[in-house]
């Protein structure tokens, strides 16, 4: 429950008859007033109090009406009620405007912040291109000004693999530097090959005598996973692929202990709680690298990583998600410069080496966190992909644990156990013990892959670093974190102050695979197309609205079958039949409905 103290702690706040005053300086703009909410175990009804600027004094001031807002403290031991089978029917009209397309695999792209029409586009198998987008505006094509980076001889792009992520340090005039995490193919494997491997995080120098579109030859520094370079560092050095159930007695690539080429442990070592070698990111695994990068309010850089284990079966080496001197299945928070874990990190001990792992671990429990971001408020965001029952929206302080393996989901403030990892004999026997529940963070929202469960199903979660707070789109998505399932072409937004508020955006099965959503200097949504091959851009309007590009296809199709300007009659009358469509029990699409309604031009 949520009891709530309606006396302002502002010093500055002072108690007048009928309220309370506080003043402003001259050319300030914006206070904060402060009240105290007191966290108790009792299930209680949601809170509403509402904060009124009924007043103000001074030569020049006035207040056309009064100003207020509504703040609901809602209640954690209070569930989020969710409709069963919500019908996937939006409040919103939307529209996927590609802006450039032809790519290969784009996964995360970077608006530089010098200049906001050159946008920098990661695609997986290993390569940055940078486009101008500055005649996009007036409808002319985005131009392809170079690649700025190919190392596609080093990427492993098998499977879910790849180039995973781009970032660019805020500071560019200082630290002019592009940040970008890989899994790595070292020198005698097989290229692209599904066998283990390990994942680096490069940090290179920009040149700015370019605009910061090209990289200083020679730059390359690794920051992240230094500790394995070559061949001898990978588990069955390459060659054996621990997605495979036959493979599930093979060391982790991270473990420090003597094996045969087959990655069989040649010595006897302390399976529940083993030595780790230093600065190690595993991938024993074709998917779960993470890979996640974004720069904190704080200055550092978060990285996310993946348990590199399997998606294919109970992999007992999943545990060690669990053990902060495992850099796998982490939020890791380190120094951009130098790499090195920051000593307000909440496991660093005094006097730790900043350069041990268990310094650089912030937060863990977590499977596949494929994308992060903050939101103005400096809380970071994490999707993290599930595995068979629940996908997961996480937030949470230094040192949350989200629980994985030994809990998935479910929503509402639920912990629900994942029996199939509590009840391996590893845990029976006592080799790994079971976190209690009550050091586990619950999801901030989960969705289970099971339509019986109430609320929306996901089945493969995407997200990115967009919450919006632009003024293009209805205010009521103000606050809003856009994700996406991947698997059905599905995008919602859910509102960071208040989770209940969960918006259905729109669904293009076959054809749209969003994996990271970014907010551009124009202050719309953009998105990565990985498997259609484009960077779009949303445009969202009232639900009783046609987007700009809708508007204008509806007006060429129109014109083309008359050969003539439309008369406004027909032209609004066609509109408002299509939204009916949109709108209306078929639910069709924006495409659907203008080509039922082509007879009619």
Known sequence: ??????????????????????????GESRKEVVFRINDDSASEATETFVISVINVNGPDAALGAPRTVRVDILDDENPVVDQPQPPLRSDFNVSLDAVVSGLAEPIAFE?????????????????????DLSGVADGGAPVLERTMLDIQSIVNSRQDRGLLDIAIHPDLAN??????????????????????????????????????????????????GGGAQTIDDISGRGAVDGTLPVHENVVATDI??????????????????????TDVLKVD?????????????????????????????????????????????KILRIDPITGAGLADNPFVQTGDDLSSNSSKVYQLGLRNPFSIGFDEDGRLLITDTGWNTWEEINTGGPGANFGWPYYEGGDNGQILLNSQ???????????????????????????????????FQVQGITGGDAIYNGDVYPEDLIGSYFFADVSQGEIFAVNVEDRRDLEFLIKREGSLAPVHFSQGPDGYVYYADIAFGNIGR????????????????IFNLYIGYFDRAPELDGYEFHKRAILEDIRG?????????????????
């Open 421 to 455: 990892y509590v009840n391996r004999p590893e845990v029976q026997n006592g080799t790994f013990t079971v976190t209690p529940n009550s050091e586990i963070t619950p999801a901030f929202r989960a969705f289970a892959h099971d339509s019986n469960v109430a609320g």
């Open 285 to 329: 695994s074709r998917s779960h690298a993470g890979g996640a990068l974004a720069f904190g309010p704080d200055g550092a850089l978060y990285v996310s990583t993946g348990d590199g284990t399997s998606f294919n079966f109970v992999d007992p080496r999943s545990y060690y998600v669990q053990d902060v001197d495992s850099l796998v299945g």
């Open 585 to 601: 029990p078929a639910a069709k699409t924006f495409e659907q409905a203008l080509l039922d309604r082509a007879d009619h031009f």
């Open 538 to 553: 949303l445009s969202i309007v009232p639900g009783d609205q046609l987007t700009p590009a809708q508007q204008l296809e």
């Open 175 to 224: 630290n002019p530097f592009l940040y970008a995490f890989y899994v790595v193919d070292p020198a005698g494997v097989e290229a692209d090959g599904g066998g283990n491997r390990f994942s680096h995080l490069v940090r290179y120098t920009l040149d700015a005598a370019t605009g910061y579109t090209s990289i200083v030859a020679g730059s390359s520094t690794v920051l992240l």
């Open 111 to 131: 608006f530089l912040a010098t200049d906001a029409n050159k946008l920098l586009i990661a695609e997986k198998r290993g390569t940055i291109q940078v486009y």
């Open 256 to 277: 420090d202990v003597a094996r045969d080429a087959n990655g069989i442990a040649l010595e006897g070592y302390d399976v529940g709680n083993p030595t780790f070698r």
């Open 1 to 26: 429950g949520a009891d709530f103290l309606a006396t302002p702690l502002n010093s500055d706040v002072r108690s007048v008859p009928g309220g309370y005053e506080i003043s402003f300086a001259a």
